[in-house]
């Protein structure tokens, strides 16, 4: 039973940083691609960042400069680096983890249950 655990979120004024993490637990031999969404009330869950298992990266126009994902295999753990926040950035965050290989199986995608961020003054 792999769980991906999201940590980090709260309230920021605008122009702070934020970082959130991802922890997926169990006994997991790999993961193939880690990403971040984000989901405000009234529109559709949107992809903020993804990476790969051998880094590869892709974000979101709105987000591109300011913030900035990471992995950490050994630890099964990704990271959301989130700078100079706006409140625009208002948003439940969501990882998402596809293609995950464990010792209870192979699961084709798996999410968190998000965590709130709010940029306000």
């Known amino acids: 039973q792999v769980q991906l655990v999201e940590s980090g979120g709260g309230m920021m004024q605008p122009g702070g940083s934020l970082r959130l993490s991802c922890a997926a637990s169990?006994?997991?031999?790999?993961?193939?691609?880690m990403d971040w969404y984000r989901q405000t009330p009234g529109k559709e869950r949107e992809l903020v960042a993804g990476i790969t298992r051998g880094g590869s990266t892709n974000y979101a126009e709105y987000v591109k400069g300011r913030f900035t994902i990471s992995r950490d295999n050994a630890k099964n753990t990704v990271y959301l680096q989130m700078n100079s926040l706006k409140s625009e950035d208002t948003a439940v965050y969501y990882c998402?983890?596809?293609?995950?290989?464990?010792?209870?199986?192979?699961?084709?995608?798996?999410w968190g249950q998000g965590t709130l961020v709010t940029v306000s003054t």
């Open positions: 998402h983890a596809r293609g995950v290989a464990s010792a209870s199986g192979w699961s084709p995608e798996l």
């Open positions: 169990g006994s997991i031999f790999s993961i193939n691609t």
